[in-house]
């Protein structure tokens, strides 16, 4: 826990950094990223589905599903990343969103959202399996629960390994924070352990280093 406390620095951190080449890469790969994630995300929405992101950040990609959804609620550790997903929502003239700090570790939500998603969230706490249990508890009944998390077979593992040296540091976007990587049963069974009605896919084009795990609460 002390872990995840100290992450929590390291994000407020991450999200004050301004410009620079590596934030100009990563937003180039932000949007590639999202137009396939929004593909996958209308699987899940209409227009009357209350979202829920946890571990918002700036929320790009959530804030370009607004128009096709009824609400939208952000929840990050860093009053950073809030504020400038609500100004950004300002300036999108975005109506139907609202940015919160909050700890997603034990939210201070009721139990109210249709579809709950989080973007490389997980993977950063010493005890993911409690954070995912924080989105399934955030569903109505019949509500759904997606998270993605970078895979372990992927690019992404070797590009972390490749920058963990201090003097390459600089290489890692989220500099300071530490994670791990999933395979599918690593990421099952943090599902499984909160809900039978769990399944676990990769992203598709597989290049992309991308698994998800999907929640879903039965309906009453």
């Known amino acids: ?3 995840d406390i ?6 407020q951190a991450v999200w004050s950094k301004k410009g620079g080449f590596v934030d100009a890469v990563i937003d180039l790969g932000r949007t590639t990223y999202n137009f396939f994630f929004r593909r996958i995300h209308r699987r899940y929405i209409n227009k009357d589905t209350r979202m829920l992101e ?7 990609l959530s804030l370009s599903l607004c128009k096709e959804i009824k609400s939208l609620y952000g929840i990050d550790i860093s009053d950073v990343a809030v504020k400038q997903a609500s100004a950004s929502a300002e300036s999108l003239g975005v109506s139907n969103a609202k ?8 939210l201070n939500l009721d139990n109210r959202f249709d579809f709950v998603w989080s973007q490389g969230l997980i993977e950063h706490f010493e005890n993911p399996t409690l954070v995912a249990r924080e989105h399934y508890k955030a569903l109505v009944p019949g509500g759904v629960a ?4 970078p895979y372990k077979y992927s690019y992404h593992t070797i590009w972390y390994k490749m920058s963990r040296p201090k003097l390459l540091r600089w290489l890692w976007p989220w ?18 352990a909160i809900t039978p009605y ?3 896919f990769l992203m598709q084009p597989f290049p992309l280093g991308i698994i998800f795990l999907e929640m879903r609460k039965p309906s009453d």
């Open 6 to 11: 100290e992450q929590a620095g390291e994000w």
């Open 198 to 200: 769990s399944r676990v």
């Open 99 to 106: 940015f919160l700090v909050d700890d997603c570790t034990k």
């Open 146 to 149: 997606l998270l993605s998390v």
């Open 1 to 3: 826990m002390q872990k």
């Open 54 to 60: 946890l571990g918002s950040g700036r929320a790009s």
């Open 175 to 192: 500099e300071g924070t530490e994670q791990r990587f999933f395979n599918h049963k690593e990421l099952f069974e943090v599902g499984s």
